[in-house]
DNA sequence: TCTCAGCATACAATCGATTACATTCGTCTT
DNA sequence: AAGACGAATGTAATCGATTGTATGCTGAGA
């Protein structure tokens, strides 16, 4: 099919070893040689085989990316700073969804082993917990996002979860909520229970009333109509993330409670779209994008150095818009 | 690191080759030695070198997905389609997010070379125009997703565009708006011609007031208020996908403008977060998923017989909600 | 008892690159 | 002028699997 070395190699009249030597640059190669073999390169459109490189060398520079859901926006985010970061040093991404299915993770982690990718970020809720001791002895680098282990320990890039609850309660409670209810994710979700405990930095014990959801919009507005059977306005509201935040916005809009004068909505993540919602949404954001660089630039460090200890904590910042600021609704 | 496939037969007694029969199951092997063969196999926890299997076998089971931006909900979906349908045949999916960048299109369709993928979808706006010659003699299967070549012809998987158009025109017109407005996409985007003519099927010349925008929120948004000063409502408005109307009910709430009363709206897509938002968003839905699913069957089809003429229309439907009904509004 | 069929398995080539080691040849030193 | 050195290049091993061909063994038939 698509020529080989040996056919540029043929065509030039030198050996493999020339051709390969004068296409990598590493060794000294007479500036003829290498002229002549650059020429029959493109003209026959020679383009090296990564399999045959990765054979030999025992590296393929490609990483695998496991995620919940790519559909979720805060994935689509990750992802895109973790393939942007893997193209700066010219390495690719293998792309798994998980689709919060543990069978489906336990098979994409054979997937990418027998791929023998370079590194390992997993960004998935259900996995970390599930298959932590296989994480820990993955025979490549591997990174969390946006979980930890307490018991096992592996490199983790996160979001500071417990600040970010912590924000989103004080800042409902500064605005005069006298009540507050959260909607969390579901018991596995990485960041729930860090943000939890940020919340209960601010409201204590029985003052909160908590609904759990699957994590995205339909079950966020589900989650509110249980909520308003337990709980009258006004009051605050957290979300485990925006998309929770806007599922809960229009279960208030069908039960006829006011954003934001009978309830204050914060969510998590400041997706893209939260700033264009009527009300434009207030949360806390983090920065997706750095996240998934990070974990690149974390599994980077682990392959160069035996740094094997890392655990990089990214801030979070409150973004107030309209949908938690009293007085400003329409 | 990794015990090899000779390690397993040295430690079973046995070749490499009756190891690689034992497991690939293509050949009789006696009953007593496949069973030592698979108890060391698990002893060890052996997994076979897709990288080895790969150059022996000239075929990576892996598809390359090359879309222009994955934080789009029309892409995520595609790929989540693609990749959902690659896991069932036991193939990956290596993702390339082109950003729009054609320089970037350029550089991943080498990637891909060099990784040998056994296929390529490409669901990239700017791309096809700009490649379509490297695409038409690619060294393997291409699908084009949402895009046709009348000059070359590559095998394509679209939406029906043309009849999106006229489906949202004649809504709008049917809903007695008595002026149209339409936010087009990037004149590079894929399905934007045949929309536009869709639409020109119901509204005939100087009729329609056009803009066209990045195709993004933002986008949608700016467009809407340059729109702003060339029309007065009541309107109706075709936008080139969701995100755009997102953003141009954005502005028209800043404007003032009423939706559904003083301006219909109709967007396309049908993404998740369409319905959830405040009013629900009339829009004409494709099957993103089904795209990718069926992008990923035609590069099958492709692979196993010779065929190369595949022209697969999926259909589009109307899916009506507030935004666009009047006498509905709030 | 000898031969032959057929099953199970081993041997070795192969895929396409990289790279350790060997070789050639020209030039400089003494 | 002989030897040494080093630059340029070639030879061949190697990575880990698959697979065509060869071989050995067992049992059945003559």
């Known amino acids: 099919m698509s020529p080989t070395i040996s056919d540029v190699a043929a065509a030039a009249g030198v050996s493999t070893a020339t051709v390969s030597r004068a296409l990598s640059g ?14 029959i390169v493109a003209e026959l459109g020679y383009q090296p085989s990564a399999i045959a490189r990765s054979l030999r060398q025992q590296t393929t ?29 010219g390495r690719s991404v293998l792309l798994c969804n998980a689709a919060g ?28 917990n599930r298959y932590r001791e296989r994480l ?3 025979p490549v680098p591997v990174v969390l996002v946006n979980t930890k ?5 592996i490199p983790s890039v996160t979001s500071d979860n417990r600040r970010g609850g912590r924000l989103a309660a004080q800042h409902l409670v500064d605005q005069g909520y006298p009540a507050m209810a959260a909607i969390l994710g579901p018991t596995y979700a990485n960041g729930r229970p860090l943000r939890v405990v940020g919340i209960r930095d601010v409201v204590s014990g029985d003052r909160l009333i908590t609904e759990a959801c699957a994590g995205d919009m339909e079950g966020g507005k589900k989650a509110m109509e249980r909520l308003s059977r337990r709980i009258s306005p006004p009051f605050g509201l957290v979300c485990h993330n925006d998309l929770t935040a806007i599922g809960a916005m229009a279960a208030l809009r069908e039960i006829g409670w006011s954003v934001p004068d009978d309830v204050g909505v914060v969510g998590f993540d ?6 264009y919602l009527d009300p434009p949404l207030t949360t806390v954001a983090q920065d997706m994008y750095a996240l998934g660089a990070g974990a690149v630039d974390a599994l980077i460090r682990m392959s160069s150095s035996e740094v094997t200890e890392i655990e990089d904590i990214h801030e979070v910042r409150l973004v107030v818009r309209a949908s938690s600021v009293r007085g400003e609704s329409g």
Chains 1, 2 share one sequence.
């Open 26 to 39: 590493s060794t000294r190669v007479a500036p003829a040689t290498r002229q002549k073999v650059l020429a």
């Open 61 to 89: 520079t490609v990483f695998g990316v496991i995620v919940t859901d790519i559909t979720n926006p805060f994935y689509a985010e990750l992802v895109l700073g973790a393939e942007e970061a893997a193209l700066d040093l």
């Open 101 to 128: 299915d543990p069978e489906r993770e336990g098979l994409y982690l054979d997937v990418l082993t027998e791929h023998r990718v370079d590194g390992l970020i997993v960004a998935s809720e259900a996995l970390s």
């Open 136 to 138: 820990a002895d993955f």
């Open 149 to 153: 282990h307490e018991d096992a320990p």
């Open 270 to 275: 400041d997706i893209p779209i939260s700033e």
